[in-house]
């Protein structure tokens, strides 16, 4: 039976007085694709950042690839968020943001490696990102997360501002990633959802 990678159970979390998740339990076992879905307002992107550990609940327990999340050493490096909005130097290519991005990191890549992974998500070499379009940098922003091979992609409305060939390159590499991890994924748009999730999650929001 698949390892669970994601374990939620029973988490709250709150912003002031605003509860935003509530009793909330989640269990994403590996080569699944989850689809939190809903419309803004009822809790998606908090719970990806909660499972990011990018910020904590107020009560639950959250343990990711079988430990507590505060626990977590090199776990945490395979998990990878693309959230909105991807900000990138407009000056540089692509490719030269990936370069930029890593070294800052401590991790320099080679040139290959930034240019095999433009490829992987459909985009092309020696472009500066002022002139790329708002799907183009998601595709970017995409790429940046895939650089460090992830186990656990989580992906906050990846499909807007999207063209059709955009969205089809997204799907094969959320498909990719499941087949050695798993995916978790925020959206509205319940057709998508249906194209590439392997479950379905309706979030209803907290409430006051």
Not at 17 to 32: A, D, H, I, K
Not at 71 to 96: D, K, Q
Not at 127 to 150: E, F, I, N
Request: glycine letters at 10%; proline letters at 5%.
């Amino acid at each position: 039976m698949p390892a669970p990678l994601v374990e939620l159970e029973n988490v709250w979390k709150r912003f002031g007085r605003q509860w935003v998740l509530r009793e909330l339990s989640l269990t994403v076992t590996e080569g699944e694709v989850v689809a939190l879905l809903g419309p803004n307002g009822v809790g998606k992107t908090t719970l990806l950042r909660v499972i990011a550990t990018l910020i904590r609940p107020q009560r639950g327990a959250v343990r990711l690839f079988g430990k507590p999340a505060r626990a977590l050493e090199t776990e945490r490096g395979w998990i990878g968020l693309v959230a909105n909005p991807p900000a990138f130097y407009r000056h540089l290519s692509g490719e030269e943001n990936l370069e930029q991005a890593l070294a800052l990191s401590g991790k320099p890549i080679a040139r290959e490696r930034a240019l095999a992974v433009m490829e992987q998500v459909g985009l092309p070499a020696g472009r500066a990102v002022a002139a790329y379009s708002s799907g183009m940098r998601k595709r970017l922003a995409l790429a940046r997360t895939l650089l460090a091979g992830p186990r656990l992609l989580l992906l906050d409305e990846p499909e807007t501002a999207l063209d059709r060939g955009g969205r089809e390159e997204l799907v094969r590499v959320i498909r990719q990633v499941a087949e050695g991890g798993a995916v978790v994924l925020a959206t509205h748009d319940h057709g998508f959802a249906e194209t590439v999730a392997t479950r379905q999650v309706e979030m209803q929001g907290a409430g006051a």
